[in-house]
């Protein structure tokens, strides 16, 4: 299908209205195209840690390209609602967990090792890292936020020191002490 001109201003105006919700957008795309007799209208928006899909189709495309804004406006403030009506707890508690990274020695040619010296791990960074306590929801959401790979946090259920971790295609991993 090919764009005009007054399609490309009016995806453009959409989307700088949704634009004005985050301070970092880092990627749209607009997929349109006609099946039959259907205009189909598809928004992948990515801002923020947060990756939203509206998908619409219709016999105008103009009505297609504003429905499937509406549904990115509506989940935006869906997740801005979300965010704002989430509730600290009156204590909320920070501990200092120190993790540490290791390497693991291995023996050099020609040189003796004891069994003692062979298998040696040597730190080689030291880090403290806040430990909020949190649910295993809001850690979600915190790690959306952050755009990080891993999120340690202490669970408010369990008053353990649990682990969220980002798998593929927005799935969360979380890791829980046995003891």
Not at 61 to 75: E, F, G, N, T, W
Not at 126 to 151: C, G, I, M, N
Request: proline fraction near 2%.
């Amino acid at each position: 299908m090919e764009m005009t001109d007054a399609i490309q201003d009016h995806v453009h105006s959409g989307l700088q209205k949704i634009r004005q919700h985050f301070d970092r957008v880092i990627d749209v795309e607009v997929v349109l195209g006609v099946e039959k007799h259907q205009h189909l209208a598809e928004i992948n928006l990515h801002a923020n840690g947060l990756r939203l899909n509206a998908k619409d189709s219709s016999e105008d495309m103009y009505v297609s390209i504003d429905s499937a804004l509406a549904k990115i406006d509506r989940q935006v403030l869906k997740h801005k609602d979300r965010i704002k009506s989430h509730k600290p707890r009156s204590k909320k508690s920070l501990r200092d967990i120190e993790h540490q990274v290791i390497e693991f020695m291995e023996a050099q040619e020609g040189t003796e090792t004891s069994a003692e010296d062979a298998g040696v791990h040597h730190v080689i960074a030291r880090e403290k890292v806040p430990v909020a306590t949190l649910t295993v929801h809001e850690a979600a959401l915190q790690l959306e936020l952050l755009e990080d790979t891993f999120l340690v946090f202490s669970n408010a259920e369990t008053s353990q020191v649990n682990v969220l971790y980002s798998r593929q295609n927005g799935i969360y991993g979380l890791i829980e002490p046995q003891f």
